[in-house]
């Protein structure tokens, strides 16, 4: 069964650093495609950072050159490092990966969300 696990969450002071993990587990042997996402009280989900299968990053306007997204393929792991963070990006982040796994000696691929993890950046 595939499951993304997230962590590296929590509070932190205005300007300070985090990163945040999601690590796929089961029969995975590819990531295809990664989104990070964030929703805050009141708001809709806003996607933060995506990788796309060709290894392109692409940035929200609100994080660029403060958040970098990366992966490490050896590890089914995706990353999303946070620097300068600000009040304002205080919400949980959430983690959704296309993956590509095996069932019995099949293939198959997938969607998959993160359970969240909360950001908390006081002022």
């Known amino acids: 069964q595939v499951q993304l696990v997230e962590s590296g969450g929590g509070l932190v002071q205005a300007g300070g650093s985090l990163r945040l993990s999601c690590a796929a587990s089961g029969s995975v042997f590819r990531i295809n495609a990664v989104g990070w996402y964030r929703q805050a009280p009141g708001k809709q989900r806003e996607l933060v950072a995506a990788i796309g299968s060709g290894g392109d990053s692409n940035y929200a306007d609100s994080v660029k050159g403060r958040f970098t997204a990366s992966r490490d393929n050896a590890k089914n792991t995706v990353y999303l490092q946070m620097n300068d963070l600000k009040p304002e990006d205080t919400a949980v982040y959430l983690c959704?990966?296309?993956?590509?796994?095996?069932?019995?000696?099949?293939?198959?691929?997938?969607?998959?969300w993160g359970q969240g993890t909360q950001v908390t950046v006081s002022s």
């Open positions: 959704n990966m296309d993956l590509s796994y095996l069932i019995g000696s099949y293939s198959a691929t997938g969607n998959y």
